[in-house]
């Protein structure tokens, strides 16, 4: 088991997983949460968030907040007292700005710590080795990346969305203000509770740009496609467009005719550039516009 220390320099344990035991028996012996946020908080001043609930019960939802680090002791202690009840717990896995809630706006601006819930997916073997891991059921894990130093929140939760399209993951929780289950604690939500265990890999915290540069991009959306087949739309006329602007010229085009001509707004659209607004007919009916400084057909 690998060890860990608190600020208040109690030792604590979090279990490796392939620790089978059946939960009733087991759960006096469960060791405090706290090295799980240290690992994840340490070095910030904030409010940490924790909440049980009967997932049996609808509205069926208790939440607390906890200075932090002032009395992570107690959140801890009273999330194990929960878990003691046959609640399931859950902690939010940033710090927030006020007691208040934990809503998206309430988070600190900046975190230490990456988040994946990897769920009913697979989290790839050549990404980065998780820092810490929470195995909150059979089959199921939560992976935490403690980076070098802090970063935008904002950053740090569009990164999650990468590891969570990576590992395909429950995305649900790759944002800020999400709640996962604390280590230490049991998972009621199954049939027969299962041991909610966790433990720190021993890999150093990493660099955020390595981390930028090891998980695969969000593709880019694709453009929709363009219509095909005649245009079913009314024919206009181009004469009174090209009365209302300055023409230079008729350009060549091989899907009808096309005037460049000086957009009206062309202070506003393009800083001045006189280049890229055209308008025009295709041959199957359909009008043509183009934007300013673009070359982009609309």
Known sequence: ??????????????????????????????????????????????????????????????????????????????????????????????????????????????????????????????????????RSSAGRQHLYFRLSEPVPATWAEELNGRLCRFAAGDESKKCLSSVLRPSGTCNFKREKPELVVGYLTGVEAWEPGVMDQAIPPMPKPEAPPRPRGPYPGPKLELGPYLQAVEVLGEVADSL??????????????????????????????ADLAMNPGTHRRI
Not at 22 to 50: A, K, N
């Open 1 to 134: 088991m690998l060890a860990s220390e608190s600020p208040s320099g109690r030792s604590h344990q979090l279990r490796p997983p392939g620790l089978e035991r059946i939960c009733d028996i087991i759960i006096q012996e469960i060791p405090h949460p706290e090295p799980l946020f240290h690992h994840l908080f340490r070095g910030d001043r904030g409010y940490l968030v924790t909440a049980s609930s009967d997932l049996s019960v609808d509205d069926d939802w208790e939440q607390r907040s906890w200075r932090y680090p002032e009395r992570a002791n107690e959140a801890a202690s009273w999330i194990i007292e929960e878990a003691q009840r046959a609640r399931d717990t859950f902690f939010c896995v940033h710090l927030l700005k006020t007691a208040r809630n934990r809503r998206r706006a309430n988070a600190l601006d900046y975190v230490r710590a990456l988040w994946l819930d990897v769920d009913e997916g697979h989290y790839p073997e050549e990404g980065p080795g998780p820092t810490a891991v929470v």
């Open 256 to 285: 009808g005719s096309k005037y460049a001509v000086i957009c009206p707004w062309i202070a506003e659209h393009s800083g001045g550039d006189r280049s890229g607004t055209y308008v025009g007919h295709r041959s199957d009916g």
